[in-house]
């Protein structure tokens, strides 16, 4: 039985979170990257914080920059970029663990979180919520234009649930789709402020010692 590399307690199964100490555990990465500061100070600005975002560069083989707030710790990504550090630095699933799936986003489910729309760190217009393909429990906030922002601790999200067997999920439910039009929950501004569901949007198809370090 795995143990909770924080307080040694053993871990039960289809869980990453200790039930003693509360310490999220790592995800078994492929590989763990050094990454460093290139622009202490960029043009894009954080959409919580609103102050200059960081490029940093995390090294997956080659250069791979993205930003990050040096405050709040948010990420943001380019199109296309979660896809490249998600293949990177989690390998080798090959099976889906439907009640690993629920319970890692039991875990993180953080109900006092309040709704709310972020600006695009580029262009400043707001972006769309929507949920990041099937079951990962993570609404991410997208720039149809410029990319996806990811609030603190969202990426660890993403590997946990990519190592659980939640992208070969993804892949076999749009599989089944294929010959349909494919959409995912996109949560809109209603005349009276709360989210509504529209499901007419395309499908978004979409390191953690060291991950945890650099974006907690």
Known sequence: MAKCISCAAPLPANTNKCLYCGTHNDVDLKSRHPYSITLKQSERLCPHCEIPLQTIDLNLNSVFLIERCENCFG????????????????????AINRQHLDTINRDRYRADKKVKYLKCPVCRVLMNRRVFASRSGVVIDQCGSHGIWLDNGEITHLMEWKKAGGQLLHEQITGKRKNRSQTVHEYTAAPSGYPVISPEIDLFETVTSLIGRLFY
Do not use: A, Q
Request: cysteine-free; aromatic content about 16%; proline content about 5%.
């Open 75 to 94: 990420l943001f990504f380019d199109p296309g970029e979660i896809d490249i550090l998600l293949e990177s630095t989690v390998s080798n699933v090959f």
